[in-house]
């Protein structure tokens, strides 16, 4: 057996999510405030000197050939450092699959993180940021880690420094959304004329828990909302249940509540899981080195 390691990869929510107009490149320009959660896939890579890059998977949902981001990102971390060696990646998946939670791109970035050390490449995390970009928008901010504002494609990293520690509810409504569907039926009054980051940043940065709740913003809610009206009705079911705001993370379906506490989040978690098949309970992620994940349980 070969070199054997663990890596984490950790979801992502979107605390705010602008666009800003559409490019002549056909993507869209973005502003949004990212913001890491400890819900984690466990990726387990194993060298294989003279193999291939094989991927194996606990669920059926993801592709386990060339399409799999942590295959596109081993590929791009062999050609980019020059390491001829194989490597065989298990993902024990816990993130929710295309869910605006970017558990692909999370992924993918560990794969980067995971090979630098195995393989003691030596990489500075910001070059696997840049090589990230080229597998996916958001793999750059799931190399980095913590919470960040993301812009032009997503792939811009600028990092938000705070320590808030606030407990998230995630739910996944059983609809399956086409991100790209969404942004394709973006209208010019979906766009925004100055983002929400520069106060995100200031509510985090203070510490202060109803400002960032006050400052929450997706603009890609009401297009999912009117091409998936499910999506709303379950947004509308969760508020009613869990008495405070429900927001949705990326193109969705994934909904949340922010909470200040873990027991006002057990609570809400508790009555969701009523009537809802997939919640989850986890935080945010602040620092650098993370910690091992603890979600997907309850404690
Ligand atoms: P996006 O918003 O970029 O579409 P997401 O967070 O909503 O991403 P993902 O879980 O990343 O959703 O899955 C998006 C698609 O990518 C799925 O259709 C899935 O088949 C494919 N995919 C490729 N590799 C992976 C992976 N390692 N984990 C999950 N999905 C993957």
Redesign the pocket.
Known sequence: MGALLVEHAFAKINLTLDVLGRRDDGYHEVDMVMQTVDLADVLTLEDDPGGDITIDASVST??LDE????HTAARVFRMRSGVERGVRIH?D?Q?P?????????A?AAAVLRGLNRLWAAGRPLAELAEWGASV?S?VPFCVWRGCAVARGRGERIEPVRHTMNAWVVLVRPPVFVS?GDVYAALTRADYSGAPRSPLMKAALVAGDFEAVRANVFNALAPVTFRLYPEVRRVAQRVQQVAQVPVYMS??GPTLYCLLPTRGAAQRVYHALRGFMREVYLCRFLTAAPLPAPAAGALP
Not at 97 to 105: E, F, M, Q, T
């Open positions: 993801v592709p399409r799999n981001l942590a993902i998946k993130i699959v295309a869910a605006g939670l970017a558990g692909g791109s992924d996916g958001d991100t990326g193109s």
